[in-house]
């Protein structure tokens, strides 16, 4: 059988197995105040990933400043990208939270639907 999986990455680089919407909030949060780097010295991030053992992984990071990237990968090595990232900017922490809430109740379909930047 196959198992999904959710794993949030902090901004100070820590991963969350499966994480509740609190924690999500919480990194969002300290992404959105800027207070915390990214363990390289770089503006902070967090990304929330979920897949499934035996293939598919998707990505959705959040950095400083809104910047929102959603990727779609083959597996969790990311061998091969299912399709270009997609990015687009969002100004309200909830609204990031709102997304991450799709991406853990795996609902790619409207996560593909939402309003991303054309690469025209």
Same mark, same amino acid.
């Given at each position: ?8 990455? &902090? ?28 363990? %390289? ?7 929330? &990933?979920?897949?499934? %053992? ?22 969790? %090595? ?7 990232? &997609? ?13 991450? &809430? ?17 690469? %025209?």
């Amino acid at each position: 059988m196959t198992q999904a999986w959710l794993v949030l990455t &902090r901004p100070d680089g820590r991963d969350v197995p499966a994480p509740s919407e609190a924690q999500m909030a919480a990194a969002l949060a300290d992404v959105y105040s800027g207070k915390i780097a990214s363990p %390289d010295g770089g503006p902070g991030s967090a990304v929330l &990933r979920f897949g499934y %053992d035996d293939g598919l992984m998707y990505e959705m990071e959040v950095s400083s400043g809104g910047a929102v990237r959603f990727a779609e990968w083959s597996d969790r %090595d990311c061998e091969i990208a299912l399709a270009s990232p &997609r990015t687009m900017t969002v100004q309200q922490q909830a609204d990031a939270l709102l997304l991450w &809430r799709l991406m853990a109740q795996r609902q790619v379909a409207k996560i593909r639907s939402q309003p991303w930047l054309s690469d %025209d």
